[in-house]
């Protein structure tokens, strides 16, 4: 229900941008073709420059261009639906019974270890003792 609302409300952004009255007073009967309009390199550079916040040239150039994917010089809906919702970057695999294993026994390692290194400093100190004891 909610994915739904969102989708009307950027296709009703992107026809005010384009500068289209979202539901013109004279075709209410006809259906609105959102594929047919687009924003031209100049709009968009309008729009940008005012906003309230400054925004540089290379940055309005760079966000265009990323934008614009077959580089025809406008944005079509389909291009400005990139833009506002750009692809999420992929999913690292997910770890398999396989990897729990391998990380298991390296953990059991790194214990073992520890444990070996907790006991060579315990028995040099009793061979010290023991030669000072065998000295006097």
Known sequence: FREED???FRQNMFKILCGTEPF???FRAKKYKINDNYIMKQDFRHMMINLPVEVSE???EEMFDYADRNKDG???YKEFQTMINPQLPPEP?????????ISLSQHQLNLENQQQQQQQPQQTTQQQQSLTLSVT
């Open 6 to 8: 969102e989708e009307v």
């Open 24 to 26: 013109p007073e004279l």
């Open 58 to 60: 290379e940055d309005i």
């Open 74 to 76: 406008k944005i079509s």
């Open 93 to 101: 695999p997910k770890p398999t019974l396989n990897d729990f294993r």
